[in-house]
Antibody
């Protein structure tokens, strides 16, 4: 059974760095056909893809936030980590991790709401 | 980056109706398109991939079509559980991009 679960702080202050962890089970992060993305959704708004990490550790980032994002993985722990620097209230959102099986997001975590406020 | 534009942004329909949602890509993405359904407070769910292929377990009243830049999601014989928000997403290249969503409401 494939599962993904996000963890991290529920509240961060402006200018702080956010670190989120996605713990996966039911598949291996070293599987060549699998990768994991982070996707966010501000309250009442659309989905926004943020970053992706491939099995070979290659990475891709959304253009508008590339300078603030870092994605990494620890295959032995089955974890994918996203860091986002210089957080702002506009970054308040539910953050999801999702498995890309092949080309599509076939499994998603439940999401974690992160609020940016002083 | 490839931009995805959905229309309409919201639509009202009744149980038993047929509804069509449109998604347009800013450049040719062949058939590399997915549709997702999202219900309030829940993660999105993959419905259709490669423009017209139904994900396992998805009811056959959902169908997708299109290629190139223009795509449609059709839901026939609407059921109460279908009222949700629907997103298209291109899988042609990175960065991945989603449409802005279409909210399907009960009339």
């Amino acid at each position: 059974q494939v599962t993904l679960k996000e963890s991290g702080p529920v509240l961060v202050k402006p200018t702080e760095t956010l670190t989120l962890t996605c713990t996966v089970s039911g598949f291996s992060l070293s599987n060549p056909r699998m990768g994991v993305s982070w996707i966010r959704q501000p309250p009442g708004k659309a989905l926004e893809w943020l970053a992706h990490i491939f099995s070979n550790d290659e990475k891709s980032y959304t253009t508008s936030l590339k300078s603030r994002l870092t994605i990494s993985k620890d295959t032995s722990k089955s974890q994918v980590v996203l860091t986002m620097t210089n957080m702002d209230p506009v970054d308040t959102a539910t953050y999801y991790c999702a498995r890309m099986g092949g080309l599509y997001f076939d499994y998603w975590g439940q999401g974690t709401l992160v609020t940016v406020s002083s | 980056d490839i931009q995805m534009t959905q229309s309409p942004s919201s639509v009202s329909a009744s149980v038993g109706d047929r509804v069509t949602i449109t998604c347009r890509a800013s450049q040719d993405i062949s058939s590399w398109l997915a549709w997702y359904q999202q219900k309030p407070g829940k993660a999105p769910k993959l419905l259709i991939y490669l423009a017209s292929n139904l994900q396992s377990g998805v009811p056959s009243r959902f169908s997708g079509s299109g290629s190139g830049t223009d795509f449609t999601l059709t839901i026939s014989n609407l059921q109460p559980e279908d009222f949700a928000t629907y997103y298209c997403q291109q899988a042609s290249s990175f960065p991945r991009t989603f449409g802005q969503g279409t909210r399907l409401e009960i009339k």
